[in-house]
């Protein structure tokens, strides 16, 4: 069974400029998550889709990011414009069940992005 | 709020030796806790999780972890380091709403010296 999928595994941008990140979760997941790792922390929510709804986008800062799950199973995360405090880590990560909070999330490779 | 202190950012062990590291939680609700290890380059894998059932809790490549409510602790062990352990460590809480939000602490690097 693949795995979650992200792509691109490194980005560099200069500020100001836009970026996208493509998350692909394991088939057959409805819940994923996108999350925000900056270096020597650990993981923060961003943002959480039930096939293409996100139900918890509380913690996106919606004046430059934004994301969408089109048809419930791929999903992008845009920066835009891009600022140097994003560089960090972006993973995405998928669970296969409504009870996901007992739930294993499996979590891509993330894509690391640095910001000049 | 729910919230998870991982004490010590950096645990070196030698290879065989027992490896210890530290998670306390603070939940308003009967947590959910979960450790997941992330290698160099990699996303997080889960290790093992606590869900309500047995306090002892038995993960993937010999640890394990042991559920302790008066000491709001999940501290993760392993009898014998190797050096394929060596990686970053997260302890979990899943949040007080039981949404699937995890909320991770800050994590332990685990060095294993040979």
């Known amino acids: 069974e693949a795995g979650v999928v992200q792509s691109p595994r490194y980005k560099i941008i200069e500020k100001k400029q836009p970026v996208a990140f493509w998350c692909n979760p394991i088939s057959g997941h409805n819940t994923l998550y996108w999350y925000l790792q900056n270096l020597g922390q650990g993981p923060e929510l961003l943002i959480r889709y039930e096939n293409e709804e996100a139900v918890d986008d509380s913690q996106l800062p919606k004046d430059r990011f934004s994301a969408e799950r089109l048809k419930g199973v791929d999903s992008t995360l845009k920066i835009q414009p891009a600022e140097l405090g994003d560089s960090a880590v972006y993973l995405c990560a998928s669970s296969p069940s409504e009870r996901e909070w007992d739930n294993e999330q499996f979590f891509g490779p993330g894509t690391r992005l640095t910001v000049l | 709020a729910q919230s998870v202190t991982q004490l010590g950012s950096h645990v070196s062990v030698s290879e065989g030796a027992l490896v210890l590291l530290r998670c306390n939680y603070s939940?308003?609700?009967?947590?959910?806790l979960f450790w997941y290890v992330q290698y160099p380059n990699q996303g997080l894998q889960l290790l093992l999780k606590?869900?309500?059932?047995?306090?002892l809790v038995k993960g993937i490549n010999g640890f394990e972890a042991e559920f302790k409510k008066s000491e709001t602790s999940f501290h993760l062990t392993k009898p014998s380091a190797h050096m394929s352990d060596a990686a970053e460590y997260f302890c979990a809480v899943s949040d007080a709403g039981n949404t699937g939000k995890l909320i991770f602490g800050q994590g332990t690097t685990l060095q294993v010296k040979p």
């Open positions: 939940s308003s609700v009967p947590p959910y």
């Open positions: 606590y869900t309500s059932a047995a306090t």
